[in-house]
């Protein structure tokens, strides 16, 4: 007997069931995952004033999505993971890659300090790095959980991701 694979607004991955749980119903990816990184972000941004954040930001790891919500405390995140499985595989992939370039970006962040005698003496060159870098990958990954790929999508993406993040942390 064949397996039915999950998909995305029937039985367990219901549109309502998404939506409820934060999970776009739409794309079947769930900004929750964006934490992961804003908080990396925060911390990288913060270094000039708190150099001692430095070893917080050397600390972080990188986590695809599935190991993020298998990690996490989201009150669904089974139905996060099943709903990404069954997004659609180019705003998976796209995703994905953006991660990898988020990920890419931290790390070079990580170098820089960890190359440092001192944090102070780059902290201000990473903030900036983070700023530039890694909040825009940040807010494409967010337009491609909302659906949104193109270019002139993500420019208005970027700008609504940044409000988030700026009330996230406000």
């Known amino acids: ?10 039985g367990e991955l219901a549109a309502d069931r998404l939506q409820r749980a934060n999970i776009n119903p739409a794309t079947g990816l769930a ?14 941004e ?5 150099p001692e954040c430095a070893e917080d930001v ?3 790891e990188p986590a695809d999505y599935q190991t993020h919500f298998e990690n996490s ?9 099943l709903a990404y499985h069954a997004a659609p595989v180019r705003l998976r992939t796209h995703l994905d890659t953006l991660t990898l370039q988020i990920n890419e970006a931290v790390r070079a962040c990580q170098t820089a300090l960890r190359a440092a005698d001192d944090p102070s003496q ?13 909040k825009p990958l940040i807010a494409m ?21 940044q409000a988030e993040i700026d009330a996230l942390f406000a």
């Open 1 to 10: 007997m064949a397996v039915e694979e999950p998909v995305l607004g029937i």
């Open 31 to 44: 900004t929750d995952y964006l934490n992961h990184f804003n908080e990396v972000v925060m911390l990288l």
């Open 46 to 50: 913060m270094l000039p004033a708190m």
């Open 58 to 60: 050397l600390a972080w």
């Open 73 to 81: 405390s989201f009150s669904e995140r089974q139905l996060a993971i």
């Open 122 to 134: 780059v902290a201000q060159a990473v903030a900036e790095r983070a700023t530039n870098d890694v």
């Open 141 to 161: 990954a967010s337009g491609v959980i909302h659906g949104h790929v193109g270019d002139r999508d993500a420019v208005q993406d970027r700008e609504e991701a």
